[in-house]
């Protein structure tokens, strides 16, 4: 099978901007019944009273939910400690105050109009407690993670002798970084319609985790699971947010069975910066050991994180920084800092983004301290070998990215000195570089794919379209295998009643889905071609279905990752992470991308301009060019975000995030984004799975703030090495 992979439109493209799929927010029936929150004003405490009277007496309300009235309702566990939720703390259990911004009642009503009203009525008094919400906060507590319970899910690394052999280098980078936290703000909010039909739970709710809340709801409202449905055809944007059971679901779900109708909850922007997870604060101390010839002889990564007082969110900081090059003698740690906020999670590229910042700085002021071109220097310490597992790679083409990235840039026409090339307006221009890496994972998934005589095809699958591209990954992979035109092909995904849905997330997605998808469209063409019994394998599929008289025909298969245990799909069917990688017991498998970016900096205002990034990716193969371009772009414009404008603003003595909207939450606008060229080297790894598919959608940020921070220091002499970087930095 060598047939091309089609460059199709975007199969979801038309029925998006006509509007015609229904996320769970456009739920419009007119026997919904409407919950919005009231939540708590003080940074972290008890309410000493709470008065929903007014709030119950105003027109259309029906039903108010608080810590007094809600009844056995358990927290549904964090989903890094064996449980389903972003956290284990689940708001309205108590009336103690973990944090401002956490809801204290659940006000339902006819309209989301009586309910909001109503939600300003209730009433709380408090007994306040000392916080903490910064990194530096006095008397902070700090853990070492490889002390903690959940180190070895992740192991430090430590490969050779670091500290001997970053104090032996006779070249030596040691520096510290730092970034705010920061809140993802997909468009479609965080929203969900729950209903009981005939003794089910049915939730429609936008999430990357379909299978999760199923099984968080089942745990927190004691329910069989058997008896819950959860669907998410559509995410109209997660990036982490959306990965695992949330608050308001299981209020939604009560509420429900109460009033014996539907409720919807849709949370309004500016409480969902405190009702699921986001990039925590980090800071961050790396030290770089290499020769006078520019080998990277050694390095030590330190990073100190956010976490919340409840939970303990894993950091994985010097897992990426380690895998950007060979480098023998390597050591990292991560450090835990508690504070009293909701914990926070996995925001786009969460750790590799930042430690990619942190190091791939490092490396250019490497490049500066031996005067060495910074792609020469990055190409000398390419490898094919994982220098922390001494395992090979199952591919690694970082090298080729850079080239051709270097040529599409015009890199060979930059000087080197900083400050040296200048705009006709008198500005300074800089032109900055850097790499990306993320881990390859997979997913254990079982697809279904039934062949009806019309010629339609359905494929039900565990995976979850985000607005990355899948459904149109899933059409073009079956459009060329089973040789169907793609709007014939029908995807059921995000939908626990069809497949089994693993979380969605780490770029694992189409290597998750598209390998077994694949494994399914040739289990049936086997199947047809008994059929056919000599017939010509080269009949159009439904026809020999019709030959043969069967109405439709159904295959399933399973796959799960390299060395994963059968055992894996019982995981899988219970909801809980089951994903595998990036170190296999025969290779190790990461993505790579290399970001080449132009930045004009005024010469009076030092306002920061990038008017074109060059970014080229190596994902394996590529399925769907204009999806995978599109995912690249979006990253892309993310690192421009996470680089020059977005972060959460905490105050020491209020708590809680205070910019908590779209306006004052500064974002990159269309305005702010130039020329992005995106180009793939779409060279399959079949060492990793049958299909040749690593992911894409994270690495396309990691490197993109490192790049354009280089490409600051090219064109100021600055080096900036705290995010996000503003004019004032610069002045
Ligand atoms: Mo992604 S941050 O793993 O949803």
């Given at each position: 099978m060598s047939l091309p992979f089609a460059d199709l439109a975007r199969v979801d493209a038309h029925d998006k901007v006509r509007g015609a799929i229904a996320f769970a927010a456009d739920d419009a029936r007119p026997d919904l019944a409407y919950g919005v929150f009231a939540i708590a004003t003080i940074g972290k405490g008890r309410l000493t009273s709470l008065d929903t009277a007014a709030a119950e007496e105003?027109?259309?309300?029906r039903l108010v939910l608080t810590h007094a009235s809600l009844g056995a309702i358990r927290s549904a566990g964090f989903i890094m400690g064996g449980g389903y939720g972003f956290q284990s703390y689940q708001p309205l259990l108590s009336p103690e105050i973990a944090y401002r911004g956490e809801p204290i009642a659940l006000v339902v009503a006819d309209s989301p109009e009586a309910a909001t009203h109503a939600a300003t009525l209730v009433r709380a008094t408090y007994e306040t407690v000392p916080f903490a919400v910064e990194l530096d906060a006095p008397g902070i507590e700090v853990i070492d993670q490889a002390q903690t319970p959940i180190a070895h899910f992740i192991p430090p690394i430590a490969a050779g002798d670091a500290d001997a052999a970053y104090a032996r280098a006779p070249v030596q980078i040691d520096a510290h970084f730092a970034s705010a936290p920061q809140h993802q703000n997909p468009i479609e909010l965080i929203a969900c319609v729950a209903e009981w039909r005939d003794g089910r739970l049915v939730v429609h709710e936008g999430t990357q985790n379909a299978e999760a809340v199923r099984h968080g709801l089942a745990s927190a409202l004691g329910l069989?699971?058997?008896r819950i449905d959860v669907i998410s055809p559509f995410v109209g944007g997660g990036f982490g947010q959306k990965n695992s059971m949330q608050g308001h679901t299981v209020l939604a779900a009560e509420a429900a069975r109460r009033l014996g109708c539907p409720v919807k909850i849709v949370v309004p922007r500016a409480q969902l910066y405190h009702l699921a997870s986001f990039r925590p604060a980090n800071r961050h101390h790396v030290r770089l050991g290499a020769d006078r010839s520019g080998r990277m002889l050694a390095a030590i990564h330190e990073a100190q994180a956010q976490t919340s007082r409840h939970d303990l969110f894993p950091g994985e900081y010097a897992t990426t920084s380690s895998r950007l090059y060979g480098i023998a003698d390597f050591r990292g740690k991560d450090e835990l800092v508690r504070t009293d906020a909701q914990t926070p999670g996995y925001m786009r590229a969460p750790f590799e983004h930042i430690a990619c910042f942190a190091f791939e700085s490092c490396v250019d002021e490497l490049a500066y301290k031996l005067d060495m071109d910074p792609v020469a220097l990055r190409l000398a310490n390419d490898?094919?070998?994982?220098?922390?597992?001494g395992r090979p790679l199952s591919s690694r083409h970082v090298g080729r990215c850079l080239e051709r990235g270097a040529q599409m840039f015009g890199w060979g026409r930059r000087s080197m000195a900083p400050q040296s090339m200048r705009a006709e307006d008198g500005g300074l221009i800089g032109w900055g570089v850097a790499i990306g890496t993320y881990a390859g994972l997979r997913a254990p998934a079982v697809a279904r794919l039934t062949l009806a005589a019309d010629g339609r095809v359905t494929v039900a699958v565990g995976v979850h379209e985000m607005g990355q591209g899948v459904r149109t990954a899933l059409a073009a992979a079956l459009a060329r295998k089973l040789a169907v035109a793609p709007e014939n092909i029908v995807a059921v995904i995000g939908d626990t009643r069809a497949a089994p849905q693993h979380l969605t997330a780490g770029s694992w997605g189409t290597a998750t889905a598209i390998p077994v998808v694949e494994a399914a469209a040739e289990a049936l063409l086997a199947q047809l071609m008994a059929l056919s019994s000599g017939g010509g394998s080269n009949r159009e599929p439904a026809r020999i279905l019709r030959e043969a008289g069967l109405p439709e025909l159904t295959v399933e298969v399973a796959g799960k990752a390299p060395g994963q245990p059968d055992a894996i799909y019982d995981r899988l069917k219970a909801g809980l992470p089951s994903m595998a990688g990036p170190v296999y017991p025969d290779f190790v498998t990461y993505s790579y991308i290399a970001h080449f970016v132009e930045v004009r900096v005024e010469a009076t205002t030092r306002r920061i301009r990038v008017p074109r990034v060059v970014s080229v990716a190596d994902?394996?193969?590529?399925?769907?060019p204009r999806t995978a371009a599109s995912q690249v772009r979006g990253g892309v414009v993310w690192g421009i975000g996470a680089a020059l404008r977005e972060a959460s603003e905490v105050d020491p003595r209020y708590g809680g995030f205070l910019n908590a909207d779209l306006a004052e939450y500064a974002l990159p606008v269309n305005a702010d984004i130039g020329a992005i060229d995106v180009a793939f080297i779409d060279v399959p790894d079949t060492c990793f799975n049958s299909a040749g598919v690593k992911g894409l959608g994270e690495v396309s940020m990691v490197g993109v703030a490192p790049a354009i921070a280089n490409a600051i220091h090219h064109a100021t002499g600055k080096r900036l090495r705290d995010l996000p970087i503003r004019i004032e930095d610069l002045l």
């Open positions: 105003a027109e259309g309300v069989d699971a058997g490898t094919t070998v994982d220098a922390v597992t994902c394996g193969r590529v399925i769907s």
